[in-house]
């Protein structure tokens, strides 16, 4: 009964639950952590992780609102991590970064479509495919290989005979029906030894490095493709940067290290007030100083000229002739917004004790049991990751293929009218519907919407039972994060709590 639409337009996962895999995830980390005993294990996780419910991990427990909002202490950038942490690391972190990553880039993908997908495919079958886990320890390339991995299905199970592998486990080893699908050469940042240990007995085909490479600009100003890569998740890596110039240097650095034909940027925060600050102002710096827009291009005469005008601590490229050579890059913001413009939530700017309203979404996920042993949860396996987040591609083969998209109000009152006359073989794009930033509100005989449309503004749209049968059904089926496709009846502005 739900409209071909709104099933296209479903954020996260299908199935919505998570569940870690087993061969390349929760059977080797078991065995890792079988040499702890299980009472220092939770002790130190305890200790290190805020208390009762681990506040201060990737989860968002409740009884977190209640307590000061603090980054993430343990991250794979810490030098000086004791045998304990590591374990702590694998056992209590790695599980919520892998769910919150596979739901952004499952999410990632729905948005850029198949074409993207594929030559994500084909590149790793080449062996050209180069991915960096900047901040998940390991988890992230984990995220990733399974993303190729239903990939490589989908192409076999579709036929594709191009692509001579066959089906196999995430982590790349022999299984169904031949070889192993293509996975990449994946570079994980684990700075610590211990960590590096652990996380090396889960990945294959990967080069652990102390610290993050830096982009070291040639005289034309471009790094060599080779140093360059195709996919950077950099999860929990600005929160813990202080003061703003850090974060800026750290985004930017990850944006120049990204191939220019599709290297795609996922940053990922807590699902918390400060979580949400640092994505936001991270999406603002970006859109500011390095994607170059249809709106930079129009204010701008000269785009791809312009030089920078931060603060920048590593070396400006400079030309033959002595001028700036670094240059904005055609690129978009893929998630979770539909728009390029100021980020509406993001009022005021800035670092606000306690905001309200904040951009964030979910994902469910199965604990492993040993995690489960080391909350001491007795009944409910599963939990719901809060996280914020942004997707950027930097492509200008993208953005001409996407060239006839608006994302301006003429998309939003398109969206507001509804696209459920048009048929299945004509959607409308993911990139120009609104995005319900709320779970919907069901009311006796309507249902309201929160939604940031293509315009960059926040509105609240009501489906009434009148608007159509099919509308209403749907509405009353839409989940947190979805992109709505079949109108609504009256819409209003939505006021932002900041505060």
């Not at 390029?340 to 606000?352: D, F, L, Q």
Request: contains cysteine; charged residues 25%; proline residues 7%.
């Amino acid at each position: 009964r739900t409209h071909p639409f709104t099933l296209a337009n479903r954020f996260g996962t299908h199935p919505t639950t998570v569940q870690l895999p087993a061969s390349s995830f929760v059977e080797p980390a078991a065995q890792i952590l079988s040499g702890t005993p299980p009472v220092h294990l939770s002790t130190a996780a305890h200790r290190l992780l805020g208390g009762p419910g681990l506040p201060h991990s990737p989860s968002t427990p409740a009884i977190g609102r209640t307590m000061q909002q603090k980054a993430l202490p343990l991250g794979p950038a810490q030098v000086s991590m004791r045998e304990i942490e590591a374990d702590v690391f694998l056992a209590a972190v790695a599980p919520g970064v892998y769910s919150s990553l596979l739901g952004v880039l499952a999410d990632t993908r729905r948005r850029l479509g198949t074409a993207w997908a594929e030559g994500l495919v084909r590149k790793a079958a080449a062996g050209d495919l180069r991915v960096l886990d900047a901040g998940g320890g390991g988890a992230g390339v984990l995220a990733v290989r399974e993303v190729l991995r239903a990939e490589w299905e989908r192409i076999h199970e579709d036929g594709e005979k191009s692509l001579e592998m066959g089906l196999a486990e995430a982590n790349g080893q022999m299984g169904g029906a031949g070889a192993s699908p293509p996975l990449g050469h994946a570079t994980v940042l684990t700075a610590s030894v211990a960590l590096r240990k652990r996380i090396s007995q889960l990945l294959e085909d990967t080069t652990f490095v102390p610290r993050l490479p830096e982009y070291r600009p040639g005289v034309d100003g471009q790094a060599t493709s080779k140093a360059k890569f195709d996919i950077i998740v950099a999860p929990h890596t600005l929160w813990p940067l202080w003061p703003d110039y850090l974060r800026q240097t750290h985004v930017l650095n990850m944006w120049d290290l990204l191939r220019a034909d599709g290297g795609l940027l996922v940053l990922l925060e807590k699902g918390v007030g400060k979580g949400f600050e640092a994505v936001a102002a991270a999406r603002e710096m970006l859109l500011e100083r390095r994607i170059a827009t249809a709106d930079a291009r129009a204010k701008r005469v000269d785009v791809e000229g312009l030089k920078n005008d931060y603060d920048d601590t590593r070396p400006e490229p400079v030309g033959a002739d002595g001028t700036s050579r670094r240059v904005r890059a055609e690129g978009m913001i893929v998630g979770p917004c539909t728009n390029h413009a100021a980020c509406p939530m993001y009022v005021p700017r800035g670092n606000v004790q306690g905001r309200k309203d904040i951009c964030h979404f979910e994902q469910r996920y199965i604990r492993p049991p040993f995690l489960q042993k080391l909350l001491g949860a007795r009944d409910r396996n599963h939990e719901d990751i809060k996280f914020s987040y942004l997707a950027t591609v930097q492509t200008e083969a993208h953005r001409h293929h996407t060239q006839g998209i608006h994302q301006d109000q003429l998309a939003a009152d398109q969206a507001f009218a509804g696209y459920g006359e048009k048929t299945v073989e004509d959607p409308p794009h993911p990139l120009t519907l609104p995005i319900a930033i709320l779970p919907p509100l069901k009311r006796r005989g309507h249902v309201i919407l929160d939604v940031c449309t293509p315009a960059g503004a926040l509105e609240r749209w009501t489906v009434p039972r009148s608007f159509g049968r099919q509308a209403y059904h749907d509405a009353r089926k839409a989940r947190w994060g979805d992109g709505w496709a079949l109108g609504a009846k009256s819409r209003v502005r939505k006021t932002v709590l900041g505060i």
